[in-house]
């Protein structure tokens, strides 16, 4: 009797739900399928809304629901963003947010830690290069997509975020950090010696272009006649900081092209007649997205020697569509391809030149003497000055 009942109950919330909706999929060319497919939603949400043991909240039913159908997708860059986290999305484009200061690498075996700002709240916590963050108030990382991870650790100025730190050598610790407004330089420029310039780009914010050609400038002032451009545990940002780039230093024709699914193509174009100067790259397994796009770009075009190792492989386009209740849906829609028409989604850039590190790469984002002591800084030296001393502009 109450397996029948319990079906009628089901029956009857299925027939409501398609009389609901069957005239609004009917005025915008439905078909069949996806018209049973909306029922079964609906459906199932009106039965969990009236006989439920507790009584629901239909916003998180249908907030869930909008989670779940991007988790099927199973693509690590598309997600629901609850309104916190759209909200931090939003600001995390600008270059100033409410955080703790710290820049993250993201590896099979956790989240690292791998660079902290100074006098940002993550250094007076006391948080430091090689920390591994092993949950984020009290959620292990293991459970959240890399995505996520970051969203979550921000959050509103002078809020709180609560840390698990594993350090070598010492026991798990539980850090309470509290969030400040972070402006970040994402570019940094010295002088190695009288010719090599050096130029660190930490991420692609919109602000980036204009503090790229900045450095540039100051450092070709200062009789520059090759330079290493640093691209290094950045892990991407913004395509359009990436374009402004590109037409310093990426000689006249094709930057990156975006094509969707339908094969609707966008090209990028770069009008520079030529480079002023030999360049060496420097890219690692955390370089993503639009510093793969910049370094395929200048590896593809010859104007530019890669060393280091292969990249991440981040080569998609995410788009984010705000669903009305300060909420949003960041979902995959095309893929980059370099110059020669190279995807390198799930792939990566392979270096010209590969030169593995013995230790974790930690940088010093003030740039000071003992930011270059490593394998891969001391190859690009190696191969600019046999550049510059051939009288070699672009790498053959």
Not at 252 to 259: D, T
Not at 338 to 366: F, M, Q, W
């Amino acid at each position: 009797m109450i397996i029948k009942r319990l079906a009628w109950i089901i029956l009857t919330a299925i027939v409501g739900a398609l009389g609901i909706i069957v005239g609004f999929c009917v005025a915008q060319g439905i078909n069949t399928k996806n018209l049973t497919n909306l029922a079964r939603f609906v459906g199932a949400m009106n039965f969990i809304e009236t006989h439920y043991v507790q009584e629901v909240d239909e916003d998180k039913l249908v907030d869930g629901a909008i989670s779940g159908m991007v988790r099927s997708l199973g693509d690590p860059h598309s997600i629901y963003l609850e309104p916190r986290l759209y909200s931090q999305l939003k600001a995390d484009t600008t270059g100033s947010f409410g955080g703790i200061g710290v820049y993250m690498g993201f590896r099979e075996d956790g989240v690292y830690v791998l660079g902290v700002i100074p006098e940002s709240p993550g250094e007076k916590a006391g948080l430091k290069a090689g920390d591994v963050i092993l949950a984020v108030n009290s959620q292990p990382t293991s459970e959240i997509e890399p995505s996520e991870v970051a969203l979550k650790i921000r959050g509103e100025v002078g809020s709180t975020v609560s840390l698990l730190i594993h350090r070598d050598g010492e026991e798990d610790k539980t850090y309470e950090i509290t969030r400040d407004v972070i402006k970040v330089q994402t570019v940094a420029e010295k002088m190695l010696d009288d010719r090599l310039g050096y130029i660190r780009i930490s991420s692609f914010s919109e602000n980036t272009g204009k503090e790229f050609k900045a450095a540039l400038k100051n450092l070709e002032s200062q009789g520059m006649r090759g330079v290493i451009l640093d691209l290094r545990q950045n892990p991407g940002g913004v395509i359009t900081s990436c374009v402004e780039i590109a037409n310093e230093i990426v000689p006249a024709g094709p930057i990156v092209s975006v094509i969707q699914r339908n094969g609707e193509k966008e090209v990028y174009m770069s009008s520079l007649d030529h480079p002023k100067f030999p360049i060496v790259v420097l890219l690692d397994q955390n370089s993503a997205s639009a510093s793969e796009l910049l370094s395929g770009a200048l590896q593809d075009t010859k104007a530019a020697v890669v060393v280091g190792t292969k990249s991440y492989g981040k080569g998609s386009v995410q788009t984010v569509m705000p669903l009305f209740q300060d909420d949003g849906l960041k979902l995959t829609i095309a893929k980059y391809y370099t110059p020669l028409g190279r995807s390198i989604d799930g792939i990566g850039i392979e270096p010209d030149v590969e030169v593995k590190l013995d230790a974790p790469l930690t940088i010093n984002r003030e740039l000071s003497a003992e930011t270059f002591d490593d394998a891969q800084l001391l190859k690009a030296e190696e191969i600019l000055n046999g550049q510059i001393d051939a009288g070699k502009i672009l790498f053959d």
